[in-house]
């Protein structure tokens, strides 16, 4: 099975702080996904990547920055916390070889105070 | 644009009762749609998903799902509910032109389960 891994399941910050969320897979996909996800709102998609030095901005990638640098680890980066982004994120794993739909990983709820 | 719309915010059933979950998408061409399951706490796990072919399609945890093109839905079903389907279940569809290979979701339904 592929194993997608959130580095923390639960964090809190101060307002300011530079975060980092880490996501690592460990079955070579190609396509990796960050999501946020808040209570009525569902999920939406703040970056993806389709392959390693790539990024392409989602629905609301604002406050937000990503990277890429090896195949297997996707990092999502805070510049400077807000209140506002206090939520659950959600990183997601696919391959471009088969469609097996997104695999997702445990997620990180991040509190920003 | 893509979208995907599940009109049930949340619903209640009784165990071992029938359960239909509803999904519409709007979408321009064959669709690729998935259903996804929450339990609280945990990231999503995928139920079932439909490519093409048979329209109905059977997934894990004794779920199904039916496609239906002329009403642009596809509606989770079970035909008995266990007290631990308790979750959140989200449907999605495959994004196409820009969003190709990306998943657009409803904004979840939340099952509750009585006793």
């Known amino acids: 099975d592929v194993k997608v891994t959130q580095s923390s399941r639960y964090l809190v910050k101060r307002t300011g702080e530079k975060v980092f969320l880490e996501c690592v897979q460990d079955?070579?996909?190609?396509?990796m996904f960050w999501y946020r996800q808040d209570p009525g709102l569902g999920l939406r998609l703040i970056y993806f990547?389709?392959?390693?030095?790539?990024?392409e901005k989602g629905d609301i990638p604002e406050g937000y920055s990503v990277s890429r640098e090896k195949k297997e680890r996707f990092s999502l980066i805070l510049e400077s916390a807000s209140t506002n982004q206090t939520s659950m994120y959600l990183c997601?794993?696919?391959?471009?070889?088969?469609?097996?739909?997104?695999?997702f990983g445990s997620g990180t709820r991040l509190t920003v105070v | 644009a893509q979208s995907v719309t599940q009109p049930d915010i949340h619903i209640t059933v009784s165990e071992g009762a029938s359960l239909e979950l509803r999904c519409n998408y709007s979408?321009?061409?064959?669709?690729?749609l998935f259903w996804y399951v929450q339990s609280p706490g945990q990231g999503l796990q995928l139920l079932l998903k439909?490519?093409?072919?048979?329209?109905l399609v059977q997934g894990i945890k004794g779920f199904e799902a039916e496609f239906k093109r002329s009403q642009s839905s596809f509606n989770l079903r079970k035909p008995s509910v266990h007290w631990s389907d308790a979750a959140e279940y989200f449907c999605?569809?495959?994004?196409?032109?820009?969003?190709?290979?990306?998943?657009?979701f409803g904004k979840g339904t939340k099952l509750s389960v009585k006793p």
């Open positions: 999605a569809v495959e994004g196409y032109g820009g969003s190709q290979g990306n998943l657009i």
């Open positions: 997601a794993t696919r391959t471009r070889v088969t469609n097996y739909g997104y695999t």
């Open positions: 979408y321009g061409a064959t669709p690729y």
């Open positions: 079955m070579d996909h190609e396509n």
């Open positions: 990547s389709y392959d390693v030095k790539m990024k």
């Open positions: 439909y490519f093409s072919g048979d329209t």
